[in-house]
Nanobody, 125 residues
Framework: QAQVEESGGGLVQAGGSLRLSCTAS????????MGWFRQGPGKAREFVSA????????RYADSVKVRFTIFRGNDKNTVDLQMNGLKPDATAVYYC??????????????????WGQGPQVAVSS
């Protein structure tokens, strides 16, 4: 089982940028796909972005395409989410997750095994 830890988050004005970082510390974390999800106030958790183990393939929710970028560090244990052009509806707790045992991406939270605690992102209008 991997330990997943996120950093980043905070308060930003609409149109601003934030970067979230995630580190997975399982013995073979560098071999697995990882994803970002978010849960806004009163909403269900939703998919944001995912990346394959090698960082070559990525997927994004339609609501964040073009504005968000996911990428993997050279050591493959870290995954960052660069968020540009933030809108107030992006206010949420953002969770990083490892898809332990799978090199391919998952688009549903049930596809992922190990989760971080989730930093808060707040976007003011």
């Amino acid at each position: 089982q991997a330990q997943v830890e996120e950093s980043g988050g905070g308060l930003v004005q609409a149109g601003g940028s934030l970067r979230l970082s995630c580190t997975a510390s399982g013995p073979t974390s560098e071999h697995y796909a990882m994803g970002w999800f978010r849960q806004g106030p009163g909403k269900a958790r939703e998919f944001v972005s995912a990346i394959t183990w090698d960082g070559i393939a990525t997927r994004y929710a339609d609501s964040v395409k073009v504005r968000f970028t996911i990428f993997r560090g050279n050591d493959k244990n870290t995954v960052d989410l660069q968020m540009n052009g933030l809108k107030p509806d992006a206010t949420a707790v953002y969770y990083c997750a490892e898809r332990s045992g799978f090199i391919g991406m998952g688009l549903c939270d049930r596809d992922y095994v190990d989760w971080g605690q989730g930093p808060q992102v707040a976007v003011s209008s």
